[in-house]
């Protein structure tokens, strides 16, 4: 473990500096993820690496990254809270589809509301109600 750590470690930072494919550089980390033993390490170097993808607008890597989580509802839907936050300013849409992955309906509503207002939900009810009728 003791030389997992500073790997891992050495890949997010130099992964982070490095520029030309940043889709690809989350996807080797996410895949380095699985050679770390300890799994509560392994979850919070996941975190690290799902929120930098989120600042650099990955959205679909966060998507992908969140889905590790699921069996964890409250890290889960957290850390989907702050990185749709990240998100939003480089992708709202992508903003939008994480705020929807967040399970806890009233940190998924708050999330909503901090980001795109009441006025969000208001027509994305009105929508909603359109499309049953």
């Known amino acids: 473990m003791r030389r997992t750590l500073p790997f891992v470690c050495l890949v997010v930072v130099v992964g982070c500096e490095s520029g030309p494919a940043p889709k690809q550089i989350w996807l080797d980390q996410y895949r380095g993820l699985r050679a770390i033993p300890d799994a509560t390490m392994a979850r919070s170097m996941l975190a690290n690496v799902c929120e930098s993808a989120a600042f650099s607008g990955d959205g679909a890597a966060v998507v992908m990254m969140l889905r590790d989580l699921e069996d964890e509802p ?45 006025k969000d939900d208001a027509a994305k009810g009105g929508e909603k109600t359109k499309a049953k009728v």
């Open 74 to 118: 409250q890290r889960h839907d957290e850390l989907a809270a702050r990185c749709a936050s990240h998100l939003y300013g480089h992708d709202a849409e992508a903003a939008r589809r994480v705020v929807g992955k967040i399970g806890d309906r009233t940190l998924q509503a708050a999330t909503r509301d901090k980001l795109f207002g009441k």
